[in-house]
């Protein structure tokens, strides 16, 4: 009676990052008014976008990094990253959207056994484990070069592990 009958189901929902875009607060004085602060390509590589581990911080947050910092000052040091300044009057040649994320996976499972009590009453148990393997999804980091490209949230639908438990009499 307790072995047998159980009903396992789950989903799971696997998806690729979402798309940013990457800014450069030096470029906006190049243009005036609110045209968009691109940078450009010094067309010698592509920016590496790997997610690091997690990295506690002394106040109880942490972060993860996406992205290294390209540059210290893309006008005075030139040659020291993948991006450069487009210069007076010329919006940059990344565009909007070039970079994506980092993906999302996460895992629902659910476990359910029905116990018979009388010939037409059931008492139903049912365990549902929201992101039941606990993997972190985070969000997307905040697309500035000048900047390391830290993620201190997660991503949209993320939260931790969940249990539910419930107890259903059927009649």
Known sequence: MIIGGWQLSGTVNIAGGLPYTLNYKEASTNLPGSAPTFPSYTGSAKMRTELTGFQPKSNGTGQRTFYTKQTSN?????????????????????????????????????????????ENIGLKFRMDAYNAFNHISPGNPG?????????????????????????????
């Open 74 to 118: 893309l006008l005075t040091d030139p040659g020291t990253g993948i991006f450069k300044n487009p210069g007076l009057d010329t919006v940059g040649n990344v565009g909007r959207n070039t970079y994506f994320g980092p993906s999302f996976w996460n895992s629902d499972l659910s476990i359910a056994k029905t116990f018979s009590i009388h």
């Open 143 to 171: 697309g500035n070069i000048e900047s390391d490209g830290t993620i201190t949230g997660g991503a949209a639908g993320y939260s931790p592990r969940q249990l539910e438990f419930s107890l259903r009499v059927q009649f």
